[in-house]
């Protein structure tokens, strides 16, 4: 009697606000490999993926999300667009947009994007290498390029100076 | 000036200068800092040693320009137990070496600043010695350590985790309430474990540390 519309017929949709959660994908139809799944390879492809299995090798997604679960374990060397770590790595990550270490993950090996986030309790080794897309942030704290054994101006009235 | 401000000298974390803003709670001023951030630029990329934790604000600070930081983590392994020793066995030997298994192949002369915080007070002779040599291999000539060391008698039992603000502002975060005996390493010592350095200037923060920057020579 009562015909319900389409809309009202659909389940009500869960991706109208973004809520990431560590067991979702990074995206709706991006790929998961699961938790039982081990990979010993190399990993490449046009959609966003999450890792909860193991892989071992080498993962390349040049446009796409690379996301590493809780329980993922990742000895290879990635390039992503973006990638986020809740896991475990081994290996040098490069990343064109940005590269986010979970308060869970923990990562050994090099990092390289432009912006790279590191939450409370990240456990991390490695080197980071770091060129800013846009400089203007960096002026604000650039002091001198001319590194000179000079004092600092305004001596600081709190703290007693001895030269060495 | 300066003997006027040592006999002012008060256990308690430094408070601003005049005209400036109070640091955040758990910061503190450190004009050992901004003056190790100004010696330690080069013309082009910045390379960096952190011997301690990789810090979120550490990270924004030092991306702000092109920069290589590499991460040593130091402080979540020190002090390094080396368990029981054998009756001939050297302790010391034991110390340094496993010190030098937790230091990473680094290209000699190729950073130009590093970053200690405390950590040289976890340490004991005969490896502050052996750290000094590693960072002279490794740092360019006139490149710049940053380090502290307390003068209290004692200290945190782990170390504290580090990370910078801004130029002159620097997060500390103690890991463990506990506290033990400080070794009260002082700038004598400092020079004499290190012979390939030194001391560009020292700064004693009222909080019982006293900051150095040191060039390599």
Redesign the interface.
């Known amino acids: 009697m009562w015909k319900k519309t389409d809309s009202e017929s659909q389940p009500e949709p869960t991706n109208s606000i973004p809520a990431p959660r560590a067991s979702r994908a990074p995206s709706g139809n991006g790929a998961i490999i699961g938790a039982s799944i081990v990979i010993d390879g190399d990993l490449s492809g046009d959609e966003d993926l999450t890792i909860h299995g193991r892989v071992k090798g080498q993962i390349n997604l040049p446009k796409h999300t690379l996301r590493i679960g809780g329980d993922g374990r990742v000895e290879a060397k990635v390039k992503a667009q973006s990638i986020q770590v809740d896991g475990t790595v081994k290996g040098d990550l490069t990343a064109e947009h940005e590269i986010v270490i979970r308060k869970s993950g923990n990562v050994r090996g090099n990092l390289m994007a432009p ?6 309790g ?11 897309q846009d ?1 203007g ?2 002026q ?6 001319q ?3 000079r ?2 101006d ?11 | 000036m ?2 006027l ?2 006999k002012t ?1 008060r256990p308690a974390e ?5 005209g400036q803003q109070t640091p955040p709670p758990g910061t503190y ?1 450190s ?1 050992a800092f ?2 190790w ?7 082009g990329k910045r390379h960096v040693l952190e011997l301690g ?4 604000s550490s ?1 924004e ?13 130091l402080d ?1 392994v020190l002090p390094i137990d080396v368990g029981p020793l054998d009756e001939d066995e050297d302790p010391s030997d034991r110390e340094v070496e496993a010190l030098r298994e937790q230091l990473p192949g680094v290209a000699p002369q190729s950073q130009h600043g590093a970053l200690c915080w405390d950590l040289p007070n976890y340490l004991t002779h005969a490896q502050l010695r052996m750290l000094g040599e590693w960072m002279h291999e490794v740092l360019v000539v ?1 490149g710049v350590v940053h380090l502290g060391l307390y003068t209290g008698s004692s200290m945190p039992a782990l170390p504290p985790r580090y990370g910078v603000q ?2 002159s502002i620097i997060h500390r975060a103690p890991r463990d309430a506990r506290e033990v005996t400080c070794p009260r390493y002082s ?1 004598k010592d400092l020079q004499n474990d290190w012979p390939d350095f ?9 909080s019982e540390i006293q900051e ?1 920057v ?2 390599r020579l």
């Open positions: 912006r790279i986030g590191l939450e409370e990240a456990k991390f080794k490695g080197s980071i290498d770091m060129e800013p400089s942030r960096g604000e704290t650039k002091k001198s390029p590194p000179q054994h004092k600092p305004g001596a600081s009235a709190t703290e007693n100076t001895a030269a060495g | 300066a003997l401000q040592r000298r430094a408070p601003a200068a005049e001023t004009q901004a003056l951030d100004e010696q330690s630029r080069p013309e934790s990789a810090h979120t990270i600070f030092f991306g702000a320009d092109p920069c290589r930081l590499q991460i040593l983590g979540s006139d801004d130029a700038q030194e001391v560009v200037r020292s700064f004693l923060l009222r150095f040191l060039r």
